[in-house]
């Protein structure tokens, strides 16, 4: 069946570094914009970073502009996050997901309705 998997979760200290990745299954990531969303305890939803079809359309929320780095690799079926720099502030669930709204394949628009299929989330705490 169609499923995404986050991994790469864990503690961090602050200034450090974490790669989150996102692997499909049942479906290839091909025909899929891919995003990247957070939810901290209390807090909405959150988009975080986008990757179009071909990569080369991307979306970065100014909140962690400079610091995160989306990539994908169509050939493993995956999508990658690479955080550097965190801060306490970046604690949250993370979750992949994947579009095929052309709206969503053409500017990355980060709107949660706008995607098919969700991962069950990574936990990331940025903590001395």
């Known amino acids: 069946q169609v499923q995404l998997v986050e991994s790469g979760g864990g503690l961090v200290q602050p200034g450090g570094s974490l790669r989150l990745s996102c692997a499909a299954s049942?479906?290839?990531?091909?025909?899929?914009?891919i995003g990247w969303f957070r939810q901290a305890p209390g807090k909405e939803r959150e988009g975080v970073s986008c990757?179009?079809?071909?990569?080369?359309?991307?979306y970065t929320a100014d909140s962690v502009k400079g610091r995160f780095t989306i990539s994908r690799d169509n050939a493993k079926n995956t999508v990658y996050l690479q955080m550097n720099s965190l801060k306490p502030e970046d604690t949250a669930v993370y979750y992949c997901?994947?579009?095929?709204?052309?709206?969503?394949?053409?500017?990355?628009?980060?709107?949660?309705?706008?995607?098919?299929?969700w991962g069950q989330g990574t936990q990331v705490t940025v903590s001395s």
């Open positions: 049942g479906f290839t990531l091909d025909y899929y914009a």
């Open positions: 997901a994947a579009a095929a709204a052309p709206a969503v394949q053409a500017m990355c628009v980060m709107v949660s309705l706008e995607y098919d299929y």
């Open positions: 990757i179009s079809i071909s990569g080369g359309s991307t």
